[in-house]
């Protein structure tokens, strides 16, 4: 981001307060960051050198940055069994991200993924659902859209295809691996 010119810097109203070699504050910095300036940010450093920040920008993002692991517990005392941690996006999406072949997991005793619209589960690879006792699919309208599999119509197979316009087709195709491969 460009900087601004030196004359619209206000370095009087700056605050840099140190309590050491591990922690320090910095508020009122005049120079721009990628969402303006600073309003306040919480330096510390272990001494082993990695570094957390904590703060907020004058375009109005609070950041919270560590160069290791972050954890968040909430709930240690209640005994209400109710909501411990609730992360809310007021006006626009929560997107939860890991890079670097990274894995998001959700883990809890029941998990539920509630949508006022669509569910979309994309994956490059495989979906796989793994269940002990029951997958259970309720809807007004179920489509499979496949070539193979024993999901698979069997006039969209391979096979069915083939089979399709055959005299007796009905009986023929009765008769094609609902897989649609040749054994």
């Known amino acids: 981001m460009a900087e601004r010119p030196a004359e619209k810097q206000n370095w009087q109203q ?5 309590f050491g070699p591990h922690f320090r504050i910095d508020t009122a910095n005049p120079q721009m960051g990628l969402n303006g300036s600073i309003v306040y ?4 450093q272990t ?22 692991t972050i954890e968040i517990v909430g709930g240690q005392e209640d005994q209400s069994g109710g909501v411990n941690i ?18 998001v997991r959700i883990r809890g005793k029941n998990i539920v993924i509630d949508a006022d619209e ?9 979906i796989t659902l793994d269940a002990k006792n029951r997958i259970l699919l309720k809807s007004n309208v179920a489509d499979c859209n496949a070539l193979r599999g024993n999901l698979a119509p069997r ?16 009986a023929v195709t ?10």
Do not use: C
């Open 14 to 18: 700056r605050q840099y307060i140190s």
């Open 41 to 44: 940010d919480l330096f510390a």
């Open 47 to 68: 001494s082993s050198g990695d570094k957390s920040v904590v703060g907020m920008a004058n375009g109005g993002i609070y950041h919270i940055y560590n160069d290791q």
């Open 86 to 103: 609730n992360i809310v996006g007021k006006n626009g999406d929560v997107w939860i991200t890991a890079e670097k072949n990274g894995e």
């Open 118 to 126: 669509d569910i979309d589960l994309m994956a490059g690879n495989n």
């Open 155 to 170: 006039d969209v197979t391979f096979m069915g295809q083939v089979f399709k316009n055959a005299a007796g087709g009905g």
């Open 174 to 183: 009765d008769m094609i691996p609902s897989g649609g491969g040749i054994v």
